[in-house]
């Protein structure tokens, strides 16, 4: 790592306004470089699949805070036609019964036992395959250039760093790639990672092949067993990426599209069908009315989400039944208009990362995001290698019966989520997701809202203080909240709590490419040290 030649204060202490991004072709992701990798797709005669690619591995060198190689994926891709939905999780290893974790004491967060099969790498293929235009190699360019070569690393992913390293530093392989001279990069400061080049190399020239069945693989069983792991070349051999198409639920005159479970975005869709059903926009975006509805749909979906969400071959009940109009008519029911609830799951009648957003001149858009869960993940990395690993295993219950409950080669329930919206007459209108954890989906139900039922511009709805239910009646949020709607709040039995700082922790980050006509609006949350850019 390199000094900076002087030590700058990195704070800022003044407000400001960033200006929308408009251009018929655009890229929005959550740290600078990325975007400029998927600009120089574009640039280069590629598509916006080939800059979405682009800048996801990208952000596996400059941003390893959020994912890495070892991070899962998933992909919306409106190609001009139709609309694409992709899968890209990974699966348990066939050894993991609920009997093994019986002996661990339950799913850890850290270590090999943490672990499920990666599938970012097979997002990446996947779409290139299908909708790319540039040859695969041509896209790891830039994130080669970056590890070989080394970037500044920005001030809010060295601040994450930190607080990564204190809490994973002793993980296999951690301190290894991550804290070269046993210490975390400044902000500022150049981070070179050479390992992570020559992987970046090996899976661009065997496209994916030698991440899942070639050394790869190898290497990343062979730590897995040294480490008291389960992961074998035969877990990574069997993993495949899926189209999967998508779930959908009218908003007005909009359609909002997202995975279909093993992600939670199907609770966005629920929350969204609920307030339609109360009618919502009738009072001011801002309102206490707005606000008080909008949380006490989105504790209504929860309740159902932490039920029946699990690896969409295991669910007790379908995505369809959740989405049924009379069943979230009978949902939204339920909200009292004068008073917090807290709510229990219903009962359906058969019948959490980093995000980025592409579009082209051509039409093509791309709602892409990948994740390592938490921060680094697992916080195991394979020596030699920089593949940091996600720790997905970790979104398993252990509850004996419960549709969520681990098992062998079974996908857990996943917090990310990419968005997508269309006109009612079928046309492309917005990719857009908001990264972390728990509050991607309420993150949504806000973006949308904002944007869709309230006509903001995507930078606006990203700057706008946000709230996340934490569970019961309680409510976090943001500094820059009105006073008055949170006294308002709190006098209708809503238990808030106002959360100084950190707030790209708890209320997410966004990136929205609205399409207007013949160009594309796009916005970049200021909680993260990203931004959009156009030509």
């Not at 000094?3 to 740290?31: C, H, I």
């Not at 293929?125 to 994130?143: D, Y």
């Not at 601040?159 to 809490?167: Q, T």
């Not at 009738?282 to 509805?293: I, K, N, P, Y």
Request: with cysteine; hydrophobic share 45%; charged share 15%.
């Amino acid at each position: 790592m390199q000094d900076n030649a002087k030590t700058l204060d990195w704070s800022l202490p003044y407000a400001s306004n960033r200006s929308a991004v408009m251009g018929r072709n655009v890229v929005s992701a959550s740290q600078p470089l990325a975007a400029q990798a998927g600009l120089r797709m574009l640039l280069a005669g590629g598509n916006a699949v080939d800059a979405a690619i682009a800048a996801a591995m990208a952000l596996t060198v400059v941003e390893p805070t959020g994912c890495g190689l070892g991070s899962d994926g998933f992909a919306i891709v409106w190609d001009g036609k139709e609309l694409h939905g992709l899968n890209a999780s990974g699966r348990s290893p066939a050894a993991w019964t609920p009997e093994y974790f019986e002996k661990l004491g339950g799913i850890p967060e850290m270590g090999w036992n943490a672990i499920t099969v990666p599938g970012a790498v097979s997002a990446w293929v996947a779409l290139s395959k299908r909708l790319g235009k540039l040859p695969f190699a041509k896209l790891a360019e830039p994130a080669i250039d970056y590890a070989r070569n080394g970037f500044p690393v920005s001030p809010t992913i060295a601040r994450l760093w930190a607080l990564g390293a204190a809490k994973l530093g002793q993980q296999p392989g951690f301190a290894e790639c991550f804290m070269p001279d046993c210490r975390v990069p400044k902000a500022g400061e150049i981070f070179r990672s050479e390992a992570h080049a020559r992987t970046l190399e090996l899976i661009a020239a065997t496209e994916g092949e030698a991440f899942y069945r070639g050394e790869l693989a190898e290497k990343m069983a062979a730590h897995s067993q040294a480490h008291g792991g389960a992961m074998t070349v035969e877990d990574l051999a069997a993993h495949q990426a899926d189209w999967v198409g998508t779930v959908s639920q009218r908003f007005g005159d909009s359609v909002i599209h997202e995975i279909p479970p093993n992600g939670q975005g199907i609770a966005a869709l629920m929350a969204l069908g609920m307030l339609d059903a109360r009618g919502v926009g009738a009072h001011a975006l801002d309102s206490v009315e707005t606000v008080h509805a909008s949380v006490e749909a989105m504790k209504l979906a929860f309740a159902d989400l932490h039920q029946y969400n699990a690896d969409i071959d295991h669910m007790d009940v379908t995505p369809a039944q959740l989405l049924d109009p009379a069943y979230l008519a009978e949902r939204a029911a339920l909200i009292d208009t004068a008073q917090a609830g807290d709510p229990a799951y219903g009962a359906p009648r058969p019948g959490g990362t980093v995000y980025l957003a592409a579009a082209d001149a051509s039409g093509m858009m791309v709602s892409f995001i990948q994740s390592n869960y938490m921060g680094f993940g697992s916080g195991v990395v394979v020596p030699g290698t920089g593949i940091s690993l996600q720790n997905r295993g970790h979104g398993f219950t252990t509850q004996a019966g419960h549709a969520n409950q681990v098992a062998p080669r079974k996908r857990p329930s996943h917090t990310i989520i990419p968005a997508f919206a269309m006109h009612a007459d079928g046309t492309p209108q917005m990719a857009f997701g908001v990264m972390g954890g728990p509050m991607q989906s309420q993150g949504h139900t806000q973006m949308a809202l904002r944007v869709l039922r309230y006509g903001q511009n995507p930078q606006a709805a990203a700057d706008a203080p946000r709230w996340r239910v934490t569970g019961g009646k309680g409510v976090a949020v943001e500094p820059g909240f009105d006073p008055a709607v949170v006294q308002a709040l709190r006098a209708m039995g809503h238990e808030v709590t106002v959360e100084e700082g950190n707030g790209v922790f708890a209320f997410g980050g966004a990136q929205l490419v609205l399409r207007d006509g013949d160009h594309y609006v796009a916005g970049s949350d200021p909680r993260k040290d990203g931004h959009a850019v156009a030509f």
